[in-house]
């Protein structure tokens, strides 16, 4: 009877650590969400509004780990400081091609679904988003690196980073870290 008892006792302690998990990781991301908002609820959209998003996304994205992943086997080839501006390009890429996707003041709903834990330390977020009159199903993929953090978003099912992965991963095969480099800095000049 102890012994059931004990197992009983530890399965509910892993139930609520799992539960405290998945309502921190939602916490964290409403928290950016309603930062994001805010700044676009009240921009006048731009550049501006980019350069305003981007120590919200910072803080509330792991671009380190996006970049590693949209990059793929490649980047074991890059050296520490290839790294460091692929990430930086990368970054700014993805801040600003973000911070295109809203008009200002436009207002978005966003719907908070059941989070599920796919491994420990990783939760699935999934929204539903509804932005001038439509609506999208919106996943965000997180990681506990001693606090949450994004790491990739799945929007209608596609991954944000599998999409760069698959585009980098031909430019790396034709032509190496430089052609991947030279592709980020144009891409961010275009954005």
């Known amino acids: 009877?102890?012994?059931?008892?004990a197992f009983l006792l530890v399965g509910l302690l892993l139930i609520s650590a799992v539960a405290a998990t998945a309502a921190d990781a939602e916490t964290t991301l409403r928290q950016g969400m309603e930062e994001v908002f805010t700044v676009t609820d009240h921009s006048k959209g731009g550049r501006k509004m980019a350069d305003d998003l981007e120590p919200i996304l910072v803080r509330r994205i792991c671009f380190e780990s996006m970049t590693r992943r949209a990059i793929g086997p490649g980047?074991?080839?890059?050296?520490?400081?290839?790294q460091a501006e692929a990430t930086k390009l990368f970054t700014k890429l993805i801040i600003r091609s973000y911070s295109n996707k809203f008009t200002p003041g436009q207002k978005t709903?966003?719907?908070?679904?059941?989070?599920?834990?796919?491994?420990?330390?990783?939760?699935?977020?999934?929204?539903?988003?509804?932005?001038?009159?439509?609506?999208?199903?919106?996943?965000?993929?997180?990681e506990d690196r001693g606090k949450w953090l994004v790491t990739d978003i799945l929007a209608e099912g596609v991954s944000?980073?599998?999409?760069?992965?698959?585009?980098?991963?031909?430019?790396?095969?034709?032509?190496?870290?430089s052609a991947v480099l030279a592709s980020l800095k144009d891409s961010v000049a275009r954005a």
């Open 160 to 177: 944000l980073v599998a999409n760069y992965r698959a585009q980098f991963d031909d430019l790396y095969k034709k032509g190496g870290v």
């Open 1 to 5: 009877m102890k012994v059931c008892t």
């Open 109 to 142: 709903e966003v719907k908070y679904l059941k989070g599920t834990s796919p491994a420990a330390g990783k939760m699935e977020i999934p929204t539903k988003m509804l932005y001038k009159g439509s609506s999208y199903s919106i996943v965000y993929r997180m």
């Open 75 to 82: 980047w074991k080839q890059f050296t520490p400081a290839q």
